[in-house]
């Protein structure tokens, strides 16, 4: 099974008991920040969220099945109060629990139904190739996104480049993309940046971004820089394992290829996984 599946698993399994992001990683024996990038990439949600959807999913269905305590249906959805229960219920499906099991269906409300596992779903990876890399000095311009969200990246490739010539002291003529590790809302900072011999009049709206040399992981992503994560979901879910390599809790680095033109999103990604000592 992939790590999503196991996930995957283990939600479904047990979700009228306490979970949390670091208890469900633990069970599928990866770490925290390995589970969000691996579940967030594959199914555009942070695993968090999945969980509760799930669990006021099937507590709509209870009350719509006659509960007869809504107190007990919100403890068996993890919730501690009536209140945080009723409030969560309602954000979700627009309606609250006493209407639901008044109306006595779940018909109208937006359900969110088990996701199917993905253990078919990835593409053939290449062998990764270990590397030594160096102390990162750059420059770029950051933005948060959600894996639910990462049409927002092109848009932030664009706006960075427009201010790319002003950069000074650039010692690659290659721009790298800078992934932060994914926290537990499947929210992480991407940086588009430009390596930098020294921090020299830094423009506006601009970062620096320092990074300690390393072990990596360096896989190929040869497709279409549309499918990027499509080759993601497949290293955090098989490639990394497969290989016996265990991620750090650090950012990933995107190195465009020589060939990589922007205008067409062809030529080839190469994606440095950081690793763990």
């Not at 283990?10 to 390995?34: D, M, Q, T, Y």
């Not at 809504?70 to 109060?81: Q, T």
């Not at 003529?173 to 809302?185: W, Y």
Request: aromatic content about 8%; glycine content about 8%; hydrophobic content about 45%.
């Amino acid at each position: 099974m992939t790590v999503v599946d196991k996930a995957l698993w283990i939600i479904e399994r047990n979700s009228s008991r306490e979970l949390s992001l670091p208890a469900v990683a633990a069970a599928c024996g990866v770490s925290r920040s390995h589970l969000a990038n691996a579940f967030g990439s594959a199914t555009g949600r942070p695993v968090i969220q999945y969980l509760r959807a799930r669990r006021l999913t099937r507590a709509a269905e209870t009350l719509a099945g006659g509960a007869a305590c809504i107190f007990d249906v919100a403890l068996d959805a993890g919730y501690g109060s009536h209140e945080a229960f009723t409030r969560a219920f309602t954000e979700l499906f627009a309606a609250t629990p006493e209407r639901v099991r008044e109306r006595a269906t779940t018909q109208g409300l937006t359900l969110v139904p088990p996701l199917r596992f993905q253990a078919n779903a990835q593409p053939v990876l290449e062998p990764p190739r270990l590397a030594e890399g160096d102390a990162i000095r750059a420059v770029g311009l950051s933005r948060r996104h959600g894996f639910d969200s990462v049409v927002g990246i092109p848009i932030q490739w664009q706006s960075f480049m427009s201010a790319y010539a002003d950069i000074r002291d650039r010692i690659d003529s290659m721009p790298i993309g800078i992934v932060g590790p994914a926290d537990e809302n499947g929210g992480f900072e991407y940086v588009c940046a430009a390596q930098v011999a020294q921090f020299e009049r830094v423009p506006a709206r601009l970062i620096r971004v320092e990074i300690p040399g390393r072990r990596y992981a360096v896989f190929e992503h040869r497709a279409h820089v549309s499918t990027i994560f499509a080759t993601y979901t497949a290293i955090w879910n098989e490639g990394l394992e497969r290989a016996g390599l265990s991620p750090a809790d650090a950012p990933v680095i995107e190195r465009h290829h020589p060939s990589f033109d922007p205008d067409t999103g062809e030529g080839g990604i190469a994606l440095w996984i950081p690793l763990s000592p």
